[in-house]
């Protein structure tokens, strides 16, 4: 039931655009992703929710296809802070932030 | 706030011995998880609690985890005996509702 992240890694040059996806087998409520650096705790970046709602930081964009069972996370004009670790996690039911993780997407964004 | 607390941040500890970590959520905050990272497993919920009470435990490994939450501003995740396998980052988060999720800085378990 875990998650499946595509790219596992990307390296990106600052000002580039990349996009991570998430992909469950299994019907999905809601998707969260969080970005974490290394030796750091993960830190939130959104919550996509089933019905098209959405919270989380403006800067950040993402979609959720609950046909599709997929969300996508959307880095445009890449900045070097927004190298990390992203991950996805999926709630199949509302169930208080019960969360699977995805193994992960390593970004990495050069000068 | 100073957001959520863990200790110890580093603990080495021999095979066989019990090993506890702490935590404090944020004030106001009704859930608590407790999650491992390890490079193999990526990061698993352990645990989580609403309002003090355990909700979902079907991810702690076998019964020499356990968790408790004594009260809205304090919680622990005892392993009795430790074993080398068990050795991760534990990450503790709390949260307000179904919203975004404030980690702590994590602990570092090495069991030798």
């Known amino acids: 039931q875990q998650p499946v992240q595509s790219p596992q890694a990307v390296i990106l040059r600052e000002g580039e655009d990349a996009v991570i996806n998430c992909s469950s087998s299994?019907?999905?409520?809601?998707v969260h992703w969080y970005r974490q650096k290394h030796g750091e705790a993960p830190v939130f970046l959104m919550i996509?929710?089933?019905?098209?709602e959405q919270k989380g930081h403006e800067k950040i964009s993402a979609s959720f296809n609950e046909k599709k069972q997929q969300s996508s996370l959307y880095l445009t004009a890449s900045q070097l802070s927004y190298s990390g670790t992203y991950f996805c996690?999926?709630?199949?039911?509302?169930?208080?932030?019960?969360?699977?993780f995805g193994g992960g997407t390593r970004v990495l964004v050069k000068p | 706030d100073a957001g959520v607390i863990q200790s110890p941040r580093h603990e080495v500890t021999e095979m066989g011995q019990e090993v506890t970590l702490r935590c404090k959520p944020i004030?106001?905050?009704?859930?608590l998880f407790w999650y491992r990272q390890t490079m193999m497993r990526g990061l698993e919920l352990l645990i989580y609690?609403?309002?003090?009470?355990?909700?979902?435990d079907s991810g702690m490994p076998e019964d020499r985890f356990s968790a408790k939450m004594p009260n809205a501003s304090f919680s622990t995740l005892k392993i009795q005996p430790s074993e080398p396998r068990d050795s991760a980052v534990y990450f503790c988060?709390?949260?307000?509702?179904?919203?975004?999720?404030?980690f702590g800085q994590g602990t570092r378990l090495t069991v030798v």
């Open positions: 988060a709390s949260s307000l509702g179904v919203s975004e999720a404030f």
């Open positions: 299994k019907a999905l409520y809601s």
């Open positions: 996509l929710l089933k019905g098209g």
């Open positions: 996690g999926t709630e199949f039911q509302a169930a208080g932030n019960k969360l699977t």
């Open positions: 004030s106001g905050h009704d859930y």
């Open positions: 609690f609403n309002n003090n009470v355990p909700i979902d």
